[in-house]
Nanobody, 120 residues
Framework: QVQLVESGGGLVQAGGSLRLSCAASGRTFNSYAMGWFRQAPGKEREFVASIHQNGGSTYYADFVKGRFTISRDNPKNTVYLQMNSLKPEDTAVYYC?????????????WGQGTQVTVSS
């Protein structure tokens, strides 16, 4: 099992940047593809980005391509989401997840989420 704790959320103006971090416990972190998801008020949770176990492959939802970057540091058991050019519509609770697999972008283990609010 993997325990995940997100951090780095906050309030930012449109056009600004934030970097989210997700710290994982357990010795199996590098055996999991990792992903970020988000859920806005009144909406379903949606996929944002994922990264392969070895960090060599990444995949993004169309609405964040060119603005967000997912990365991981396996020795530190941490995955990151660098978010640039933020828009008010990016406002949501962001969740980190250990995925079923890189190709099955469904979370097996979830963090508690971190709030990101983008003001216009």
């Amino acid at each position: 099992q993997v325990q995940l704790v997100e951090s780095g959320g906050g309030l930012v103006q449109a056009g600004g940047s934030l970097r989210l971090s997700c710290a994982a416990s357990g010795r199996t972190f590098n055996s999991y593809a990792m992903g970020w998801f988000r859920q806005a008020p009144g909406k379903e949770r949606e996929f944002v980005a994922s990264i392969h176990q070895n960090g060599g492959s990444t995949y993004y939802a169309d609405f964040v391509k060119g603005r967000f970057t997912i990365s991981r540091d396996n020795p530190k058991n941490t995955v990151y989401l660098q978010m640039n050019s933020l828009k008010p519509e990016d406002t949501a609770v962001y969740y980190c997840a250990a995925l079923e697999s890189y190709w099955i972008r469904r979370g097996r283990y979830w963090g508690q989420g971190t709030q990101v609010t983008v003001s216009s």
